[in-house]
């Protein structure tokens, strides 16, 4: 097996033009396959949904990282955060990548950008020949104090997550969100705030941002969040006080007018209805269709989300320079359709085994 390598400089970017300046083409540098993207000259698959010998994972969710693979190549942080999810011995053999560290892959070289999606997120840069594409993996431009914030990596090929490519979905700035629900909290002190978050990434932004606006009582956490919370306090995210939700410790009024943050899987059963009449929330990009909060019987939707909006994917596809953009997991026909009509050649890579766990 080839391995990785750290390498020197390689020859800079030299724009992102429509005819490429090597003879090598974007599809003989990443192919999509049932495993996931591939790369030939290196041999490597980038988040493959199957296990493959070589695999470079952009972030933690469990639709990108799976457990498995013979080698992973990822940030500190996303292979830490791996070994908690998966135990330590989730690969034969991991090595840590620093953020803008050139790696050789078989010669290809590889840099991770940051993604600003949540903790230890990057984009994956490949680049051979000349030619420069990059894996966005998910990634969000809003500002989060629980993550490294989005590097605009200028390319030749994007490929773009579509989670929410489409006009309805502009997300409102989270402080606004975040203050709906304490207002929320101050207006019903008999009752606690069950807000769905998922584990990774979401319930931590959450308490970070409850921090930042203000309120300094314990924020008390479903089990299910425990070890990722910690892990997030260790790498210096002061997410301030944390207790358990544990009805059983105390009585159920013990928790009027308590923040209570749990993974939405909870809030289906038995442990959220032992809470005194409970104010059910959800933070999630997808709390802008007031239909899907219904469903979910949400009854003070937070619209929080940890992926782009459509302002915010079109402007980044715009500021890569990108002369061809590569659209996955989401709703890869309108944002195909508008890279079309600004003149960037797109395609719609429709792969296969992407969730919104992150959202």
Known sequence: MRGWRRTGTVRPFRGAETTYLSAMRPSDLLQPRPEGLYCPPGDFFIDPVRPVERALITHGHSDHARAGHAHVLATRQTLDIMALRYGENFAQGRQAAALGEKIDVGGVTVTFHPAGHVLGSAQIAVEKGGLRIVASGDYKRTPDATCAPFELVPCDVFITEATFALPVFRHPPPQ????????????????????????????????????????????????????????????????????????????????????????????????????????????SGWMRIRQRARQRGVELPLILSDHCDWDELCQTIAGTGA??????????????????????????????????EGD
């Open 176 to 283: 606004e969100e975040i203050a709906r629900l304490l207002k929320s909290v101050a207006q019903f002190p008999e009752r606690s705030h069950l807000v769905g978050a998922y584990a990774l990434g979401k319930a931590q932004r959450v308490m970070k941002e409850l921090r930042q606006a203000g309120y300094d009582r314990p924020i008390h956490i479903h089990g299910a969040l425990a070890k990722l919370s910690a892990y997030y306090q260790e790498e210096g995210i002061d997410l301030g006080t944390l207790e358990p939700a544990t009805v059983e410790a105390g009585r159920k009024g013990d928790f009027a007018g308590a923040v209570v943050i749990g993974p939405p899987s909870a809030f289906a059963d038995r442990w959220a209805r032992r809470f005194p009449d409970p104010v059910s929330c959800f933070a």
């Open 323 to 356: 002369g061809e953009v590569w659209v996955t997991h989401g709703r890869e026909e309108a944002l195909v359709r508008w890279c079309e009509l600004q003149g960037i050649a797109a395609r719609p890579l429709h792969l296969v085994g992407y969730e919104d």
